[in-house]
């Protein structure tokens, strides 16, 4: 027995001089082909010392209801074997991770192993019994840690905690954005297991969107609009035993509707915020998602009774000054907004009648509302949201709405109602909230109001306090910033009492500055911005805010566009926002906006301008685009402009090409345009076509025709 224990001993003492030499030269070695076996047999072998551990730790419990010598020899027996596994299976794990990456997670599984192997190995030569505990127990709790990276290492890091976290109720709908609902879940359960913050093979880190478009070792996993050249697409449809096909053989693996919704994202732009109601009807991304909702979907009542309006009826009422939105693929309510206060026609509310029944949400902000439309908007009997803030209504006048029985908020801030409001509101049975700050109530009346109708939430606004607080910057109430010559820019703040200064010339603005009184015209030709500041006593002056004008030019009678491009249908179609006198702004959700048409290399911007027989003589026109803010090369490669009097035989005017180059934004601008001037000819059509680089998307926002 001696002669064994002495053997162990001294292969023990070899075999860690052996781990000492691999783990100082690791980076020095490689691991033969026909080595590798013995070191993928490390899950296998661990078992051992993991259970001999835990042996060791329950009979340390159970010394004095043991014979003495009988304890001896079963813990001398148990502290050789496990000394023995637990080396062997360090020395496996080792050549097991030369193989792969080096992670985070595998450092901490390394050295932990190691430690434990060094303890265990010290457990041989300790006597006393309190050193002997501790360091056990101390290798114990190591065991667990080890286990645990390891575990991460071969299933993720969450692995233990997944089936809790599956548990979880989260409401996915048609609002939800589509990578957080349906492509960030694919990810989770087949990807990043193996790339992860702790574990990122190939130095890839797919556990946020932020960290998965840093790419890995072998560059970017996607590019955005191009399915051919993503790697991630290319990985998953290589052979299932080709070594870089992903996820790799044993793994679970991606099914075909899973490849399919993988590969309409990227194809559509790989963008992390855009929901299914922001794609266009016949997107296949959104086309696909649909489906899933409708199979996720629990057959419940329907939240409204009534049926869905006419797709043909819809299209027909949007216009510039008026949207009309469907609320979702599911739901036939709909959503109006009427904006323009200049341009306001009273049959822009009246012509909503075809669809008064589906009409739940209603924004007549700044409109100057009179008694007819207020009539109209109380035969709108499934109304649930009004709002008529800053109109000039008074409590008389908006009395026709208590026969909207079913409205659940009604904001009036900025009216001339007073505290008979209270008559009206008294009238409508589901009101749940109010706004009325900025009105001639009082704070008395207001604390009557809140008594009287003790579940209703009345929001009256910021009051003001001792303190001076910076006013808010004057607001353009006129909203458009793309106009024409004979148009008056209306001013406005929504504190009362504020005095607005502006100036024309380009210069900042100041108490001496032009007061404004009414609304101003201003000459388009000098192409200067209004610059306004509010002032008011016992408050501190406002932010300079700059309003920039565009001449809005001559507007087509017909407007084609072949690509609808990737623009908020839901708002409006690329027909309509193109010419809709609306000036983009650059954000960081530019792909989402109501405000911008995105295209790429396989649709791109492909338009017919129609001026009809008594064609305008238009001298110029501009392509309005604008680049993203992670753009950083030039995004349009050409531009060719088309005209004459026979829509299918027109003449080429201009061609542009342009290089594929990096922009400094801080010189060239976010805002970027093409200029074309057009000899004297009264052409009846005008053909644009504008095609973006192959990596590029194109954002559009407007084309001007002058």
């Known amino acids: 027995m001696k002669k064994l224990e002495s053997f162990v001993l001294n292969i023990l003492f070899l075999l860690h001089c052996f781990l000492v030499m691999m783990l100082i030269f690791e980076n020095s070695v490689t691991i033969p082909y026909w080595l590798q076996p013995l070191g993928r047999m490390h899950p296998l072998v661990l078992h051992f010392p993991i259970v001999c551990i835990f042996f060791l730790v329950i009979l340390s419990f159970f010394k004095k209801r043991i014979d003495l010598n009988t304890f001896k020899k079963i813990k001398r027996f148990l502290v050789l074997f496990t000394a023995f596994t637990t080396t062997l299976a360090t020395i496996m794990g080792l050549f097991l991770s030369m193989e792969g990456d080096t992670t985070k997670l595998m450092i901490l599984h390394k050295w932990i192993g190691v430690g434990i192997s060094f303890l265990i190995y010290l457990l041989i030569f300790v006597k006393k019994d309190n050193v002997f505990n501790a360091i056990l127990y101390i290798s114990f709790v190591g065991v667990i840690f080890a286990g645990h990276y390891g575990a991460g290492l071969t299933h993720g890091i969450n692995f233990i905690t997944e089936p809790l976290a599956k548990n979880k109720i989260v409401e996915i709908n048609e609002h939800t954005p589509i990578f957080k609902g349906f492509v960030k879940p694919i990810l989770d359960a087949k990807c990043v297991s193996c790339h992860n913050s702790e574990k990122q093979k190939g130095d890839l880190d797919m556990s946020t969107f932020n960290r998965m478009i840093l790419g890995g070792k072998n560059g970017e996993l996607f590019i955005a609009y191009n399915t051919t050249q993503s790697a991630l697409l290319k990985r998953v449809h290589l052979p299932i035993e080709h070594k870089k096909h992903m996820p790799p ?195 008395n009346d207001i604390k009557t109001l809140k008594t009287q109708f003790p579940n209703i939430y009345i929001e009256t606004g910021f009051k003001g306090s001792d303190e001076k607080l910076k006013l808010a910057s004057p607001i353009l109430v006129s909203k458009n910033t793309v106009i024409s010559k004979d148009d008056f820019i209306e001013l406005g703040h929504k504190i009362p009492g504020v005095e607005i200064r502006y100036t024309v010339d380009g210069s900042k603005p100041n108490k001496l500055s032009l007061l404004y009184e009414k609304p101003i015209k201003i000459d388009l030709n000098r192409n200067k911005p209004i610059k306004t500041i509010a002032y008011k006593n016992n408050w501190l002056p406002s932010k300079i805010q700059n309003y920039s004008f565009v001449d809005k030019g001559f507007t087509p009678v017909k407007f084609d566009v072949v690509y609808q491009g990737y623009s908020s249908a839901f708002i409006g179609d690329a027909e309509t926002i193109l010419i809709d006198n609306n000036k983009g702004k650059i954000t960081f959700n530019i792909q989402a906006s109501p405000f911008w048409v995105t295209f790429n290399k396989k649709h791109h911007l492909n338009a017919i301008a129609d001026f009809g027989e008594n064609a305008p003589d238009i001298r110029k026109l501009v392509l309005s685009y604008g680049m993203h803010n992670r753009q950083k090369k030039e995004p349009l490669e050409s531009f060719e402009l088309w005209a004459g009097y026979d829509k299918d035989n027109l003449k080429l005017i201009k061609q542009v090409k342009k290089t594929y180059r990096k922009i400094d934004k801080n010189k060239e601008g976010k805002y970027r345009k093409i200029e074309v001037k057009i000899s004297k000819n009264k052409y009846r059509y005008y053909k644009i076509i504008a095609v973006p680089f192959e990596k590029e998307a194109l954002y559009v926002d407007q084309i001007y025709f002058y």
């Not at 797709?311 to 109006?336: C, G, H, M």
């Not at 659940?408 to 009325?436: A, E």
């Open 249 to 443: 053989q044993g793994k679970k693996q991606l099914t075909k509707t899973e490849i399919k919704l993988l590969t309409a994202w990227i194809d559509q732009g790989a963008n992390n915020t855009v929901s299914l109601i922001q794609l266009p009807k016949q997107d296949t991304l959104g086309l696909i998602i649909s489906k899933l909702l409708q199979t996720k979907k629990e057959k419940v009542e329907p939240e409204y009774a009534f049926n869905f309006a006419k797709e043909k009826d819809i299209i027909a009422l949007q216009n510039p000054f008026r949207t009309v939105i469907q609320k979702s693929p599911f739901s036939p309510a709909l959503d109006v907004v009427i904006h323009g206060r200049q341009t306001y026609e009273p049959e822009f509310l009246t012509d909503l009648a075809i669809v008064k029944k589906q009409i739940v949400s209603l924004n007549l902000s700044y409109l100057p509302i009179d008694k007819s439309s207020i009539n109209f908007v109380s035969s709108l009997t499934n109304l649930e949201n009004l709002v008529l803030n800053f109109t000039n209504l008074t409590s008389e006048g908006l009395q026709p709405i208590k026969a909207c029985k079913k409205l659940k908020t009604l904001s009036i801030s900025g009216t001339k109602i007073d505290v008979t409001i209270s008559t009206t509101l008294n009238q409508l049975p589901n009101l749940k909230k109010v706004y009325l700050w900025n009105t001639s109530i009082s704070e």
